[in-house]
C-alpha cells in the first residue's frame, strides 16, 4: 500500500486503553502510548483477563499474579500507572451483554475523548486467525463507546452512580491491516522495548531467542515497516474510527 497515513488527533487529553490479555498493547502500540504520557496525556489500561491460560507450563491460578505483575511493571515503563482487570476468563471470552456492560461501565468512569483497542477482525491481514479473545473483546469496546452514553443502555451503571458519557471521540484500533493513522515511534521506542520485555516470564515461553533481541527485532521492524507511509518516520499505527 502507498497511501499515506495521516496523522493521529492530538487535541485530547484522556484515554482507555481495552484488550484482552496482558502484553496486547505491548506488541501493538506501547511506544505510542510513551510519547502521550510524556505529553502529560492520562491513559488508563483496561484489560479483560490477567492472561492465566497463557503459559502453558503455569497453572491457571499462579499464572495470573504473575502476569498481572509483569503487566503493572510493563505498563509502568511508558508511564501509565492505572491498570485495571475485569476478570474474565482467559481464552474463553464472550461477546455478549456482561462484556459490553464492563467495558462501558469502565469508559464512564474514567471519561476518555479516546478509546485504543486490538485487531477486532477474524484474521490478521488474512494470513493468520485471530483468537476468540481479541475479537470478543475488540467488538464489544467499540459497541460499549457507545453504550456508555446513552442512559437507558445498562440503566443500572445510572444506579450505581456511573452517569453515562457521551464524550468518545474516536476508537483506535491498533493492529488493523487496514490503518489510517499513525503515531511517530521514534520517542517511545526503546521504552517499549523495555515494556514489552517486561513480560518476561511470558516471552521466555514464547520464543527461544534470545528475549530482549526477540522483542527489539519485532517492534523496530513493525515499526520501520510503516515509516514509508509515514514520510519515513518509524510508526506506531492505527484504524481510527470516529464517532
Known amino acids: 500500500m502507498t497511501d499515506q497515513l495521516e496523522p493521529m488527533p492530538t487535541d485530547w487529553q484522556r484515554a482507555l486503553a481495552v484488550v484482552a490479555h496482558p502484553d496486547d498493547l505491548e506488541y501493538g502500540c506501547a511506544a505510542a502510548v510513551a510519547g502521550w504520557t510524556d505529553g502529560g496525556r492520562d491513559i488508563t489500561y483496561l484489560l479483560a483477563t490477567r492472561g492465566e491460560a497463557g503459559i502453558d507450563t503455569l497453572e491457571p491460578e499462579r499464572c495470573a499474579p504473575l502476569r498481572e505483575q509483569e503487566q503493572r511493571a510493563s505498563a509502568a515503563v511508558v508511564g ?34 479516546l478509546v485504543i483497542t486490538l485487531n477486532h477482525r477474524d484474521t490478521w491481514g488474512g494470513v493468520a486467525w485471530n483468537t476468540p479473545d481479541h475479537r470478543a473483546v ?20 445510572t444506579e450505581q452512580g456511573l452517569e453515562p458519557w457521551d464524550g468518545v471521540r474516536w476508537v483506535a484500533v491498533a493492529g488493523s491491516a487496514t490503518p489510517t493513522h499513525a503515531v511517530d515511534a521514534t520517542a517511545g521506542l526503546e521504552r517499549s522495548v523495555q515494556s514489552l520485555l517486561a513480560h518476561r516470564t511470558y516471552i521466555e515461553v514464547l520464543t527461544d531467542q534470545d528475549p530482549e533481541a526477540y522483542c527489539r527485532n519485532f517492534l523496530t521492524g513493525n515499526a520501520q515497516a510503516s515509516a514509508g507511509r509515514f514520510g519515513g518516520r518509524p510508526a506506531v499505527t492505527f484504524e481510527l474510527l470516529a464517532r
Open 80 to 113: 501509565v500507572s492505572r491498570v485495571e482487570f475485569l476478570d474474565h476468563r482467559d481464552g474463553v471470552i464472550e461477546y455478549g451483554i456482561g462484556l459490553r456492560r464492563d467495558i462501558a461501565a469502565a469508559v464512564r468512569r474514567h471519561r476518555p475523548e
Open 138 to 157: 475488540g467488538r464489544a469496546t467499540l459497541d460499549a463507546a457507545a453504550d456508555a452514553g446513552n442512559r437507558w443502555i445498562f440503566p443500572e451503571l
